[in-house]
């Protein structure tokens, strides 16, 4: 029985039991409060204040409850036993895959801030043996009956998905292609940012998601049943345009460039603290970098300068950008164009690139759709002529400061490109 409930906007109230709270309680997953989930975007949207800590649990919420639906809709054949323990382990998987994030999340990661990806750094702290990091496991450890024996590694597993057997299925859940991951932080950001864009039907995603058995090995493949396809465009739509609205907005990609060079200057090294020092890297938090932009701001140095424009919201502007789909031939106009700016500009301007792909479309091509039972499966792109639409966003911008915008505009335009 769960011994707390928390109140939460998007899923309502999220039952947690005695033992995860013990783990919530953790200094690492209380660290989780102090780091943005959008980094700097409050500047742009005001109500994106929300946090790591909220989305852990939406997604521990959300990979739960697709877990009982998949299993409700087609019994996976697993005991009593077994799906208690698997559930567990998605559950505690999902409340941890986030705890190795940096300061302000993704946005200060770039720029090889980050000596290894946040996910290695999860693995590291959930299996850490020392320090202030070995929280976690202890209270792993010593709840081993509440979570069915379950060991640090396990969770790890999950989250890395690295091993064979049932493991995949759950990593699937948490983080594949249709998975609760991104299904809450679409809705979580959708609404501190007071816009619409991420919406999606999330309850009949979660009703039509399935299982099919792989090809070899008869493992379970999360799968989507044929009535659940255009749940599952809805989503990709909303990923779409989250990304062109939210988070690459030009606004907010400024404000990413700045804090990534400021926190060049702030680092020793000039990035966080590896894997091998995780209680030094847990020292970090938004908190910490905030309080150290104040104290350069204004120093004369390149981060100073950084970090003043932040606390001043005085960001770079565009002078130059391609729209979200550009042809091969503009990408090669915007190549040659950066070598003419930067020679003209030096480092007075920044370029950014804004790359991604509404959905990892080489796999989510190849998810499974189930039609009638006994049928072998088709896959999505058979089924969804939206799917193959969707063209990857590649964004290209010149950002420059304020008093300089006018100039290499105008420089841009005599290079005869089109400027948007």
Not at 15 to 30: I, Y
Not at 35 to 40: D, E, F, G, K, N
Not at 314 to 327: G, I, K, W
Not at 328 to 347: G, I, K, P
Request: proline share 4%; hydrophobic share 35%.
């Amino acid at each position: 029985m769960p011994s707390r409930s928390f109140r939460d906007p998007i899923h309502g109230f999220i039952p947690v039991n005695k033992a995860e709270c013990q783990l919530l309680d953790t200094a690492p997953f209380q660290r989780l409060r102090f780091i943005r989930q959008l980094a700097l975007t409050n500047l742009v949207y005001h109500g994106a204040e929300h946090t790591r800590f909220g989305h852990s649990l939406g997604v521990m919420h959300q990979a739960s409850e697709t877990l009982k639906s998949v299993n409700e809709g087609k019994n996976l054949g697993w005991s009593d036993e077994d799906f208690n323990r698997r559930m567990q382990l998605l559950r505690l998987a999902s409340l941890c895959h986030d705890v190795g994030h940096s300061p302000f999340s993704h946005a200060g990661e770039e720029g090889g801030l980050m000596p290894q990806n946040h996910e290695d750094y999860s693995v590291a702290i959930i299996t850490a043996q020392t320090g202030r990091a070995s929280e976690i496991r202890q209270v792993i450890e010593e709840n081993e009956d509440a979570f069915y024996g379950i060991t640090p590694e396990e969770v790890a597993d999950v989250i890395s998905g690295q091993t064979l057997g049932q493991i995949p299925f759950l990593t699937e859940i948490m983080s594949g292609d249709l998975d609760s991951d991104r299904t809450d932080y679409l809705q979580r950001d959708s609404l501190y940012c007071g816009v619409r864009y991420g919406r999606f039907d999330n309850e009949r995603l979660i009703k039509t998601l399935t299982w099919t058995e792989e090809v070899t090995g008869g493992n379970p493949v999360l799968a989507i049943d044929e009535d659940g396809v255009h749940a599952a465009e809805g989503l990709l739509l909303a990923r779409y345009f989250m990304f062109t609205q939210v988070y690459f907005h030009r606004v907010r990609r400024a404000y990413d460039y700045h804090l990534s060079q400021a926190l060049g200057g702030i680092l020793q090294q000039g990035n966080y603290p590896d894997s091998d020092h995780l209680d030094e890297y847990l020292e970090w938090d938004d908190l910490r970098v905030l309080g150290a932009l104040r104290e350069i701001a204004g120093d004369n140095s390149v981060a100073g300068n950084h970090a003043a424009r932040i606390l001043r919201r005085d960001h770079y502007r565009v002078a130059y950008s391609t729209n979200e789909h550009p042809s091969s031939a503009q990408l090669s106009r915007w190549n040659q164009l950066c070598t003419r700016v930067e020679e003209r500009f030096d480092d007075d301007v920044a370029f950014d690139t804004a790359d991604k792909l509404p959905h990892e479309l080489s796999s989510l091509r190849d998810f499974p759709v189930v039609k009638e039972p006994g049928d072998a499966p088709t896959f999505l792109e058979e089924e969804s002529a939206l799917i193959n639409r969707l063209e990857e966003i590649r964004v290209r911008r010149i950002l420059a400061p304020k008093g300089l915008k006018s100039d290499v505009r105008e420089f841009c335009r005599q290079q005869n490109l089109n400027v948007n």
